[in-house]
């Protein structure tokens, strides 16, 4: 018997999902890829996946009955990865991907409240490195285990650890694996913002940044003239409010420059990860602030080339594609819109709202209401756009410097708070349900869609 056969072996029937039908054949010759930490295999939220299908509504395969949390998956292989929580539990999944059947499960106890009423379930997601799972729970307890069978290799209380307190919503930053270390945001009191930890231990190989409380935004990492760099953008709880990028050498901890950009609000945090492009990073955050264009010298200083209170993303991350930006800006539902931003000057090319009439029946009346994507999340794929529209809505969009044009949407569930980034792998989209479906009703689901031709 092989490895793959006892792995596969440890499959058992998962209770809590429901498979509705197998996934199509792949297309013969579609480009495909493992989806193994938040934002996708390049960080940005652009997939080379090929020869998906356009049509909507897109078969649905499986559904996994969850509970609280805004996590995405992680895939390597038929393995993904997710954390949820369930009562007093956080609960971390191994699920076949195309099947949703269970490998294992690891939970823990969690007592964590959000403090202003939104769930209280994980904000940050799984990372899978070779046969590791690294994950972070809302209280900062960070645990490390096989992606075989889910046992504990390491843990680490980072909240403890560093002395943190609890910030607004919890830990919420996805940790990265960059140069066999882990890079976490911490966000101490007076040092440390950043630290390395050792895959194989946890034990700390460096820390980096004296200033900035944990934002929930995410590090990224990405190549600088040259030479291999990891951007953080800091800023959580604290009066005054402060906040702002990093840039860090990940060999060593040295930060290269700060770069102050955050809120004057106390209620704000920067929830925007960087996006990092032809020696250029942008950073974006809301409540009055919008987005800044920084250009990396040679020497690793940096120069601010434009700034604008036009576009500041409020938790998503937008798209570079050509030259130019594509994002939701907006704080909230009725002032949200899509922009496009030319990289080069920050000059907004053009602004849309996506909105349309949506008919449906509630209690056996028959409404009609204006809705649209709000505060939506973009995911660059097969030569087009994935949008999940925060009620839950499924859009294909086509974006260029000319203009925006949909052409294909559906409605997967009336629920609020789809907030969660998309992933595709393989040629199957999962998208996380994170409130109740306020038409059909029935709880928060993980669901995976088929989009092979």
Same mark, same amino acid.
């Given at each position: ?45 652009? =997939? ?26 992680? &895939? ?215 987005? =800044? ?43 949200? =819109? ?23 029946? &509630? ?20 030569? $087009? ?35 969660? $980034?998309?992933?595709? =792998? ?28």
């Amino acid at each position: 018997m092989t490895r793959r056969d006892l792995l596969l072996s440890a499959l058992a029937a998962n209770p809590d999902a429901t498979l509705h039908k197998k996934p199509s054949a792949l297309a013969a010759g579609a480009k495909t890829h493992d989806w193994v930490s938040f934002l996708g295999p390049t960080f940005n939220s652009v =997939s080379s996946e090929t020869k998906l299908s356009r049509k909507l509504p897109a078969p649905l395969v499986w559904e996994f009955r969850k509970g609280t949390g805004y996590a995405s998956p992680a &895939i390597a292989g038929d393995r993904l990865v997710y954390q949820h929580r369930v009562g007093s539990q956080e609960r971390i999944e191994c699920l076949h991907a195309e099947t949703a059947e269970r490998f294992w499960q690891f939970t823990l106890p969690t007592s964590f409240e959000d403090r202003y009423g939104y769930n209280n379930g994980p904000r940050s997601s799984p990372v899978i490195s070779g046969d590791r799972v690294f994950l972070a729970g809302a209280e900062g307890k960070l645990h490390c285990l096989s992606l075989a069978d889910g046992k504990l290799i390491w843990k680490r209380d980072l909240l403890q650890d560093y002395k943190v307190p609890q910030d607004f919503f919890g830990y919420a930053s996805t940790p990265l694996v960059e140069g066999g270390k882990l890079i976490c945001q911490v966000g101490a009191a007076n040092g440390p913002c950043v630290v390395a930890l050792d895959l194989t231990n946890g034990k700390e190989l460096w820390r980096a940044g004296k200033e900035w409380g944990p934002s929930y935004a995410s590090p990224i990492p990405a190549v600088v003239h040259g030479k291999r760099r990891v951007f953080v953008f800091a800023g959580g709880e604290s009066r005054p409010p402060t906040g702002g990028l990093l840039c860090i050498d990940p060999a060593n901890g040295k930060v290269d420059f700060t770069y102050a950009w955050r809120s004057k609000s106390y209620e704000s945090v920067n929830a925007s990860c960087p996006v990092i492009f032809d020696n250029k990073v942008f950073v974006s955050a809301s409540y009055k602030t919008g987005g =800044s264009m920084l250009e990396i010298q040679p020497d690793f200083t940096h120069k601010v080339l434009w700034t604008t209170p036009d576009f500041g993303l409020h938790f998503n991350t937008p798209i570079h594609r050509d030259g130019y930006l594509y994002g939701f800006d907006g704080r909230n539902e009725p002032d949200a =819109s899509l922009a496009c931003v030319e990289a080069a000057t920050g000059k907004i090319v053009w602004r849309t709202t996506p909105e349309w009439e949506e008919s449906f029946e &509630i209690n056996g009346d028959r409404r009609k209401q204006q809705l649209g994507t709000f505060r939506g999340t973009l995911l660059a794929v097969d030569g $087009s756009y994935l949008c999940i529209g925060e009620l839950g809505h499924l859009l294909w969009m086509d974006l260029t410097p000319k203009g925006y044009k949909e052409t294909a949407r559906t409605w997967m569930f009336a629920a609020r708070e789809t907030w969660a $980034s998309p992933v595709v =792998s393989r040629g199957l989209l999962y998208v996380s349900q994170n409130g109740r479906d306020m038409l059909k009703g029935g709880g928060a689901r993980l669901l995976c869609y088929d989009l092979r031709i």
